[in-house]
């Protein structure tokens, strides 16, 4: 499901104001049309992230700073090894 | 969930709230499910552990259960998804970096041929091209020209109209979409460039077509009209004789070619008889005899 800003905004319960400022440290990087800018359910969810990092655990801006940085590259890993695992197990059979 | 929240957080009935609270953040420190991606046991660890915070870190709720008002299965957290579940999926997610084996991919082979499909670094993410709408004058498509498009965040942007430009092609400007990030360059603005219809031309191909009214003075005896083209007024000459229908060509004035030249401009004549009645035209017409015997619906005149 696509969403506008403001159904984000609703969905996720970020602060306009705080969503600015994620979009200037390019923790959520929307995709932008003409109507402005559009969302997806893994933007809310990387939303709600992001809140579980800053209120339920108390990590500050720099902190989620890294770690998203640092969940973003675990990613990037996880699915090599998942290619990895398709073209092996391809192999095998 | 019906284990004690107290056990499940690991502190006793008389914690403080400060305990509560630091005892919770360690845990979901280790046990969030976006930290722990490959474990699919860390979901429910984690969520008990919020079910249990949700009641003891909430100082009336957790009064409330002390007091044995609520019960901890009231405490289960509604369900949603985890970020880990998006940024799994098989399409791609456009957060995921590879910088994590970048150094991997430098040398040649399976191994590194697989990795470098496999990335789809945000690192290097060419910005998206935005989308625009520009509504222009049809004279304005003709000729070309320069117009600018406030954007939504106060900037502009500069567009440069072709002459010759037709109703919804789109422009492409490199490099004024949105900036990509790392190596991925800035993507293309789009704009969908709408002509709005003018009430005196029409185009069809390069040629662009206008009906022009004269007087029947003019039709019959012929003579010099003044005719607008979207590059200005011209002079053209009425044949003698010229009727409704009859089109004159103006050469080079409609559109201009993609390949150099322009189409031309067909002018429409169009009898247009005076407003109110003249007696001296009704006179000269009923002793036009001539007039009466011809019938344009006959023969071969329409």
Do not use: C
């Not at chain 1, 905004?9 to 923790?27: N, P, Y």
């Not at chain 1, 590259?73 to 059979?93: F, N």
């Not at chain 2, 005896?221 to 044949?239: A, F, H, I, Q």
């Not at chain 2, 004159?248 to 150099?260: F, Y």
């Amino acid at each position: 499901m696509i969403m506008s800003r403001q159904e984000f905004l609703i969905a996720s319960g970020v602060r306009g104001q705080t969503l600015e400022f994620w979009l200037e440290q390019e923790w959520l990087i929307p995709e932008r049309t003409i109507t402005g800018m559009t969302f997806t359910e893994g933007d809310v969810a990387r939303a709600r992230f992001i809140q579980d990092l800053a209120a339920g655990m108390g990590i500050n801006d720099e902190g989620i700073d890294v770690v998203l940085h640092l969940v973003d590259q675990l990613h990037g890993m996880r699915r090599v090894l998942a290619r990895l695992h398709d073209e092996v197990s391809g192999e095998a059979t | 969930m019906a284990t004690n929240p107290y056990d499940v957080l690991g502190v006793s009935s008389s914690a403080s709230a400060a305990d509560i609270q630091k005892a919770y953040r360690k845990l979901a420190k280790k046990l969030h499910p976006d930290l722990n991606p490959g474990d699919k046991k860390a979901e429910e660890k984690f969520k008990e552990v919020a079910g249990a915070y949700d009641l003891l870190g909430d100082a009336e709720k957790r009064k409330r259960f002390d007091d044995g008002e609520i019960d901890a299965s009231g405490a289960d957290q509604p369900q949603h998804h985890f970020y880990r579940d998006f940024a799994g999926a098989d399409d791609g997610h456009p957060y995921t970096s590879g910088a994590g084996f970048a150094d991997f991919m430098d040398g040649e082979g399976p191994f590194a041929e697989l990795l470098k499909r496999s990335q789809r670094a945000r690192a290097n993410r060419r910005g998206a091209d935005l989308h625009y709408r520009l509504a222009i004058d049809f004279v304005d498509s003709i000729t070309g020209g320069n117009k600018r498009i406030t954007l939504p965040d106060g900037g502009a942007l500069d567009v440069k109209i072709p002459p010759g430009l037709v109703d919804g092609q789109i422009l492409r400007l490199k490099g004024k979409g949105a900036p990509g990030t790392g190596k991925g360059g800035p993507g293309d603005a789009l704009i969908d460039v709408e002509v709005l219809p003018d009430r005196r031309f029409t185009r069809g191909g390069d040629n662009i077509s206008l009906e022009l009214p004269i007087s029947l003075s003019e039709a019959v005896l012929g003579g010099r009209v003044r005719v607008p083209t979207p590059t200005g007024e011209v002079t053209m000459s009425v044949p003698k004789g010229s009727n409704t229908g009859t089109t004159l060509r103006l050469r080079a004035k409609g559109a201009p070619r993609h390949g150099g030249g322009s189409g031309d401009e067909l002018v429409k004549l169009k009898i247009v008889l005076p407003n109110s009645p003249d007696p001296e035209l009704e006179a000269f017409v009923s002793g036009w005899g001539k007039g009466k015997e011809f019938n344009p619906r006959e023969g071969g005149a329409s």
